[in-house]
C-alpha cells in the first residue's frame, strides 16, 4: 500500500469516527470530508478538491435559522431587540469555536502541513468556520432536522447561561462612556498578520482618561469585542467609576 492510499484508508475512519460522535449517519461522506478540508490543502493529493469554505456560508445561515427559532421558543415574552443580542451570541466565533473543541474538531480538520505547524487545527477561528461547514453538511445530507438536532444538542446549555439578554462588549463600553458624558470610543487597526486566508488582527479601542488597550481575532470584529471586553476587565478591576 501506498503512502497515498494509507492516508485516504486513515482519513475514511477519521470520517466515520467523526460521523459517530456527530450522532448523526451520512449517506454521503463526502461531504463531510469536503467539510473538514481547509483552503490550504484543498486540491491537492489525497485531499478534497474543494475546501470548505462553500460549505461555511452555508452553515453560517443554517445555524442562525436554527439558532433564531429556538430563541423565539425559548423566551416568548422578549422583545426583538433582546432576542437579536442572545443570538450574535450565540453565533458568534467564540461560541462555534467552543462547540468545536467540545467535539474535538481540530483533530479530524485537514490543513496542509505549514498550517498545521502553525496551529492551525487549534486555532479558534479556523475552528468555528469548519464548525459552520460541518453544520452545513449535515444539513444537505440529512435536511434541517439533522443539523437542527446537533445544534439543539450543543447550543442548548449555552442559551440557559444568561438568564438575562447578554450585551456585547463593544456595547456595554459604550454605555459605559456615555453614562460619564464621555465621546464615544474609537476603534483602530494597528497589525494584521498571518496567511490572507487566515488573519490575525490586533485592534486598539481608547476612551478619553483611559489607557487605550489592544486586543486580537481572527477577524477586526472580534478584535474590536475582545479589545471593548479588555478595557472593560480594567476599568472594573480598577473600581473606575467617575
Not at 5 to 33: N, P, Q, V, W, Y
Amino acid at each position: 500500500m501506498n503512502t497515498d492510499e494509507s492516508d485516504i484508508r486513515d482519513r475514511g475512519s477519521d470520517l466515520a469516527a467523526l460521523a459517530t460522535r456527530l450522532d448523526h449517519r451520512f449517506a454521503d461522506l463526502e461531504l463531510l470530508r469536503e467539510a473538514l478540508t481547509h483552503a490550504s490543502i484543498a486540491g491537492q493529493p489525497g485531499a478534497c478538491s474543494r475546501s470548505n469554505e462553500r460549505l461555511e456560508f452555508l452553515g453560517d445561515r443554517v445555524l442562525g435559522l436554527i439558532v433564531a427559532h429556538l430563541l423565539f421558543t425559548e423566551f416568548p415574552r422578549e422583545p426583538e431587540g433582546a432576542l437579536a443580542r442572545r443570538h450574535a451570541a450565540l453565533v458568534r466565533r467564540e461560541a462555534l469555536a467552543r462547540v468545536a473543541e467540545a467535539i474535538d474538531l481540530g483533530a479530524f480538520l485537514h490543513v496542509s502541513r505549514g498550517e498545521e505547524d502553525a496551529g492551525g487545527q487549534r486555532n479558534p477561528g479556523l475552528l468555528a468556520d469548519t464548525c459552520e461547514a460541518v453544520i452545513a453538511a449535515m444539513y444537505l445530507d440529512g435536511g434541517l432536522e439533522a443539523a437542527r438536532q446537533f445544534v439543539v444538542r450543543h447550543w442548548q446549555t449555552m442559551m440557559g447561561e444568561a438568564t438575562r439578554p447578554p450585551k456585547d462588549p463593544k456595547t456595554a463600553l459604550q454605555e459605559w462612556a456615555q453614562a460619564r458624558s464621555l465621546p464615544l470610543p474609537r476603534y483602530r487597526e494597528v497589525e494584521r498578520r498571518g496567511p490572507p486566508h487566515a488573519p490575525t488582527f490586533s485592534v486598539e479601542v481608547a476612551v478619553d482618561g483611559l489607557q487605550p488597550t489592544v486586543a486580537s481575532g481572527a477577524s477586526k470584529r472580534t478584535a474590536e469585542q475582545a479589545a471593548a471586553e479588555a478595557l472593560l476587565a480594567r476599568v472594573h478591576a480598577a473600581g473606575c467609576s467617575r
